[in-house]
């Protein structure tokens, strides 16, 4: 459907209000790069339909990201509305704050210590959960005997659901995009687990749990994989694992060096 070419212009009341809770700072500055620095600019609309001037539909940008932003020509990957409206929340969250004053404490880089504190804390609640000597020995596990233990695919569950809740995610967008890779990489793991592990009824780990086991029906070591097909069926199991655990690894390799450089932890 066309979009009418007939600019409704927002009502007093509704400028004034995304000029008060952005502070005239740009929500594409701040989400991308972290900074409340006072900005030159002009209210855009987010779904570029200049007819919709509800209040949530708009967000205040420098000329340059504004210009950005409706730019039709760009060669590159535009920024999409939801990425700009998530911005923009969140930095009308950081205006509520005050941080855009706290500039005794807002290191050269932009980013407050408010925000580094809690980016910090952040990532050691997830560090808690899952860290990254556990990670690996579970990946080890997983890969050398195609085993686990109950309480560690926990660990892996309870990580992933803790960081797809927005409020337990990082404020820096620099460690967002290698969270959200690990996350991805560990959905899978776990999707693979979960179809493709089972309990063995003779293990069992005081403090880890029940050890599960990849097909034990068609592995020859577990009282299974008797005919050729079968043991050729493990063995396409196994390397599909092994595909899903070196995504995981290389996924949170990148994640944890991130967080090392931008949080020094």
Not at 39 to 60: C, K, M, P, V
Not at 70 to 91: A, C, G, H, V, W
Not at 161 to 176: G, K, P, Q, W
């Amino acid at each position: 459907m066309a979009v009418s070419r007939n600019r409704k212009k927002p009502t007093l009341n509704t400028e004034e209000a995304v000029l008060t809770k952005s502070a005239r700072r740009c929500a594409l500055c701040y989400g991308l790069d972290g900074n409340l620095r006072r900005r030159r600019g002009q209210i855009a609309h987010i779904d570029h339909d200049r007819t919709n001037s509800a209040e949530d539909n708009l967000g205040y940008l420098c000329f340059d990201h504004h210009d950005e932003y409706d730019s039709k020509t760009s060669q590159s990957k535009r920024i999409t509305p939801r990425e700009f409206q998530n911005y923009r929340d969140r930095l009308y969250e950081a205006i509520a704050r005050g941080l855009h004053h706290d500039r005794s404490n807002r290191p050269k880089d932009g980013v407050s210590s408010e925000v580094r504190s809690h980016d910090q804390q952040a990532f050691r609640v997830g560090d808690a959960i899952l860290s990254e000597d556990k990670l690996y020995d579970i990946l080890r596990k997983l890969s050398g005997d195609h085993t686990y233990f109950g309480n560690d695919g926990s660990a892996i569950r309870s990580f992933t659901t803790h960081y797809l809740a927005e409020s337990n995610r990082f404020v820096l967008e620099d460690i967002l995009e290698p969270l959200d890779e690990l996350l991805k990489a560990l959905s899978a793991l776990n999707e693979f687990m979960i179809v493709n592990f089972f309990r063995h009824p003779l293990n069992h780990h005081e403090d880890r749990g029940a050890l599960m086991c990849m097909h034990p029906n068609h592995n020859t070591d577990r009282g299974g994989g008797h005919t050729e097909e079968e043991m050729q069926r493990y063995q396409d199991y196994a390397e599909k694992l092994d595909g899903i655990i070196e995504k995981v690894a290389e996924a949170f390799a990148e994640y944890r060096r991130t967080v090392k450089r931008t949080l020094l932890v």
